[in-house]
C-alpha cells in the first residue's frame, strides 16, 4: 500500500539554525501539505501546495517558512532561523483530487530546537 | 470563525463495548468532514469522511453521522478492540484544502 514517508524521524537543532524537513508523498498525488502539531496540542495547518506553488497558507506559515518540490517525488519544508517555539510534530500529507479528498500523513518528523 | 472542538478529552471502555465519540465545528459552510486516528508515534490515520450531503455514512465497524442543524459530528466504534486505543481527531475542511483540527479524544480500551 502506499504511503508518505518523511524523513529524518527526529531533527534537533540550536536555535537561529536552519533545518530542512522532508517528505516523499504518494507517488500519484498532485496535492501536498505541511502540518504542525505542538506536543498536546491539535495538529495544525501550515501550507498546501499544488502545481508547484502555495495554493494555501495559514497564518503560522510566515516568511520564516518555505516549501519546494525539488524534483518529481520530495516536497520540503525549510524553517529559517528556528524558534525554541518551532519545537513540534511536523506532518506532511498527500492528496490525490480536488478538495475533500482523503488527505494522506506521513509518520511526521519530531523538530526539537534547543 | 474556525473551530472544531471535542467535547471529551478521554473516554475510557471495556473491550467489546460501542464507542461513541463527539466533535462540534463552528463553521456552517464546511462541506467536508473526516475522522483520523492517531496512536502514539504517528500520523494521523484515516478512519472515514462524510460530505454535508450526508447525513450517515458506515465503513468497517465504524459509523459517522453528521447532524448540521446543530454542527455536531459523531464516531462509533461497533465492538471496541484494545487495538482502537489512540487519540481521535475530527476534522473539518475549510476552503478547498485546509482541513481544520479538533483538539482529540484519547479512547482507553480495556480489555
Known amino acids: 500500500e502506499p504511503e508518505v514517508t518523511q524523513t529524518p524521524s527526529h531533527q534537533v537543532t540550536q536555535m537561529g539554525q536552519e533545518v530542512i524537513l522532508r517528505c516523499v508523498p504518494i507517488s500519484n498525488h498532485l496535492y501536498f501539505y505541511w502540518y504542525r502539531q505542538i506536543l498536546g496540542q491539535k495538529v495544525e495547518f501550515l501550507v498546501s501546495f499544488y502545481n508547484n506553488e502555495i495554493s494555501e497558507k495559514s497564518e503560522i506559515f510566515d516568511d520564516q517558512f518555505s516549501v519546494e518540490r525539488p524534483d518529481g517525488s520530495n516536497f520540503t519544508l525549510k524553517i529559517r532561523s528556528t524558534k525554541l517555539e518551532d519545537s513540534a510534530m511536523y506532518f506532511c500529507?498527500?492528496?490525490?483530487?480536488?478538495?475533500?479528498?482523503?488527505?494522506?500523513f506521513g509518520p511526521g518528523t519530531r523538530l526539537t530546537v534547543l | 470563525g474556525e473551530s472544531v472542538g471535542l467535547h471529551l478529552p478521554t473516554l475510557s471502555v471495556q473491550e467489546g463495548d460501542n464507542s461513541i465519540i463527539n466533535c462540534a465545528y463552528s463553521?456552517?459552510?464546511?462541506?467536508?468532514f473526516i475522522w483520523y486516528k492517531q496512536e502514539s508515534g504517528k500520523g494521523p490515520q484515516f478512519i472515514i469522511d462524510?460530505?454535508?450531503?450526508?447525513d450517515k455514512r458506515q465503513g468497517q465497524r465504524v459509523t459517522v453521522l453528521l447532524n448540521k442543524t446543530v454542527k455536531h459530528l459523531s464516531l462509533q466504534i461497533a465492538a471496541t478492540q484494545p487495538g482502537d486505543s489512540a487519540v481521535y481527531f475530527c476534522?473539518?475542511?475549510?476552503?478547498?484544502?485546509?482541513?481544520?483540527f479538533g483538539t482529540g479524544t484519547r479512547l482507553l480500551v480495556s480489555p
Open positions: 476534522a473539518e475542511k475549510v476552503g478547498f484544502q485546509k482541513l481544520v
Open positions: 500529507a498527500s492528496s490525490g483530487g480536488w478538495g475533500g479528498d482523503e488527505q494522506f
Open positions: 463553521n456552517s459552510a464546511s462541506d467536508y
Open positions: 462524510i460530505r454535508s450531503n450526508m
